[in-house]
């Protein structure tokens, strides 16, 4: 199946190469008439280049209904998808993403006993309902060391995990050691992810849902990218005012972490609910239906961990506070053990071949 996938993509980048009509829509086509043949290595790269803007589907003159069956888009968000599963060889995550939301269901159910049963022990109480006044903190219901070792550490080895992709994409596409420490291609290239350099198909937007232009799938990814950094920022100012001025939660509403907090989850909001809408109305036939578990699993975690964090925020005063709070925590923590294998690992594929194709035009 993964070399039918490298055979119908090489065939495709052949014609492209000898087309070149999309040489302007996106670096893709730049770095395909940098090569005369492409090994599975090259077309790796370049179905991890590709931000699935839709243009070279559109304005192909050999898409299907033709014989030639021309569709980038496709054949790269299905080997964009064969990467997270194959190229390392490990069958442990192939299955992972091959059925992400039994390990997503698996993952939470462990951890809602595991903080359940924690609850009853710090408490000594067996029911979660009604056990706090109306002033007690969440550490209350599970101490703040506790909390903090075992969000620690599923996010350390996450972490660890991507590293390890990083280093080990590096190798599969070619990058060398030395050659992964130019400041400047690191400056350009954290630019262009950020920004969604490539998302903005040469200027007129992404042929997302329809064909019709649209900046409508770019707005909703930075509404999402800005959420994660706001909330981020909030979560380090509530450590500030924690360890630092001795300043214990809960925080007033007007308070810094959760004003920081509200912000950054309806910005989170308002960009996967706007990216599951797009989905909707999105033309399917430029579209590799082998993903779709992955990219709904992803958002559908992410939604409920805002989600779930508002009705902590908003009931925390209350006798529903210790049971949001575990289902919270659970939904949190399978954010983070999910996260090397869910959608999110593409920003770090995406990100070393935003930088070699930098590497290559500045050469
Ligand atoms: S996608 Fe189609 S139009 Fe664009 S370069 Fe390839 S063959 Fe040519
Ligand atoms: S879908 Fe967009 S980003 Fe991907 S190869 Fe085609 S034009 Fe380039």
Redesign the pocket.
């Known amino acids: 199946m993964f070399d039918k996938n490298f055979e119908d993509a090489r065939f495709s980048l052949n ?2 190469n000898a ?4 040489e302007n829509i996106c670096p893709v ?1 730049k770095a395909i008439e940098l090569r005369r043949t492409f090994s599975d290595n090259d077309i790796i790269y370049l179905a991890n280049l590709c931000h699935d803007c839709r243009g ?1 589907y559109y ?5 299907p209904p033709h014989t030639f069956d ?1 569709n ?1 888009p496709k054949i790269f968000g299905t080997l964009r998808l064969e990467t997270y599963k194959n190229y390392r060889n490990s069958k442990f995550s192939k299955d992972i993403v091959d059925k992400p939301h039994l390990f997503s269901i698996a993952t939470f159910i462990v951890s809602f006993l595991f903080y359940t049963i924690s609850s009853i022990i710090n408490t000594g109480k067996l029911s979660l309902m009604g056990i706090v006044d109306q002033n007690d903190s969440f550490y209350s219901i599970l101490p703040e060391n506790f909390l903090i070792i075992t969000m620690f550490i599923p996010f350390a080895i996450s972490l660890t995990i991507y590293i390890k992709n990083l280093i080990d994409y590096c190798d599969y596409i070619g990058i060398k050691k030395g050659d992964f420490l130019k400041l400047f291609n690191h400056i350009r290239s954290l630019k262009s992810l950020v920004l969604l350099e490539f998302l903005d198909g040469g200027g007129y937007g992404c042929n997302y849902p329809g064909e019709e232009y649209s900046f409508s799938r770019r707005i909703y990814h930075q509404f999402v990218l800005f959420g994660f950094k706001i909330t981020f920022i909030s979560t380090l100012i509530a450590a500030f005012m924690s360890h630092i001025l001795n300043i214990s939660p809960p925080y007033t509403f007007t308070s810094l972490p959760v004003i920081f907090g509200s912000i950054g989850g309806a910005l989170l909001l308002l960009g996967l609910t706007g990216l599951l809408y797009l989905r909707t109305k999105m033309d399917r036939i430029p579209y590799s239906e082998n993903v779709s578990s992955m990219d709904i699993n992803f958002i559908i975690i992410l939604l409920l961990s805002v989600l779930t964090g508002f009705l902590v925020l908003l009931f925390r005063s209350t006798t529903f506070m210790p049971i949001l709070l575990i289902i919270h925590l659970s939904i949190v923590i399978t954010f983070f053990i999910t996260l090397p294998f869910s959608k999110l690992q593409h920003a770090v594929f995406r990100y070393v071949s935003i930088y070699k194709f930098f590497s290559e035009i500045n050469k």
């Open positions: 014609i492209c087309c070149r009509y999309c086509f070279c304005a192909c003159q050999y898409a021309i980038i």
